[in-house]
T-cell receptor
């Protein structure tokens, strides 16, 4: 099973600042990694698929990079609606599909 | 557009079977190349993939749940279902159904989600 480790667990930032979230895989997943945003009481929303492709309707301030075992989600300038929990997920070696433990981006 | 809606009892007794159904509208569950999956989230915790069924009705299970799990499809109703047996309090979670793909040229990830349904295991 591929284990995904996200860091940091919590990121405290102000609106307008940039955010850098990390996801590390226990073995290579090539570029088969996705990122999701989840707000309280809502289902997750797909942001990025295959490491660097924005899903439909996702603002350009969200970008993904990386391959192999190290991946990054970057939010260039935080909007108030971006404060949420973010998860990574791999689809290279499945079953099982696996998620990281999440990074909470909170208002400083 | 494609929409998913979970349904099922909100309360299940320990050792019994949790049964949930996901009804799909706006598209067929037999459409290639999609998979139809179940994901759960215990209160205050992260996401766990439970299992998926493909457009051709092939099933894929999380090994950690496989011995208790059955996922099936009813194409006549455009629904797919989850049955999880011998439940305990550890199975208490919000259960989501979602569509995903695993093919180049598609938005590969869980790109359409239901709203989720809370299932509580308690006597």
């Amino acid at each position: 099973e591929v284990v995904l480790t996200q860091s940091p667990a919590t990121l405290s930032l102000s609106p307008g600042e940039g955010a850098t979230l990390s996801c590390r895989a226990s073995q290579t997943v090539y570029s088969y990694l996705a990122w999701y945003q989840q707000k309280p009481g809502q289902a997750p929303r797909l942001l990025i698929y295959d490491a660097s492709n924005r899903a439909t309707g996702i603002p350009t301030r969200f970008s993904g990079s990386g391959s192999g075992t190290d991946f990054t989600l970057t939010i260039s300038s935080l909007e108030p609606e971006d404060f949420a929990v973010y998860y990574c997920q791999q689809r290279y070696a499945w079953p099982p599909l696996t998620f990281g433990g999440g990074t909470k981006v909170e208002i400083k | 557009q494609v929409q998913l809606q979970e349904s099922g009892p909100g309360l299940v007794k320990p050792s019994e079977t949790l049964s949930l159904t996901c009804t799909v509208s706006g598209g067929s569950i037999s459409s290639s190349p999609y998979y139809w999956g179940w994901i759960r989230q215990p209160p205050g915790k992260g996401l766990e993939w439970i299992g998926s069924i493909s457009y051709s009705e092939r099933t894929y299970y999380n090994p950690s749940l496989e011995s208790r799990l059955t996922i099936s499809a009813d194409t006549s109703k455009n629904q797919f279902s989850l049955r999880l047996s011998s439940v305990t309090a550890a199975d208490t979670a919000v259960y989501y159904c979602a569509r995903h793909s695993d093919t180049g040229g598609y938005q590969n990830g869980f790109h359409i989600w239901g709203q989720g349904t809370m299932a509580t295991v308690s006597s």
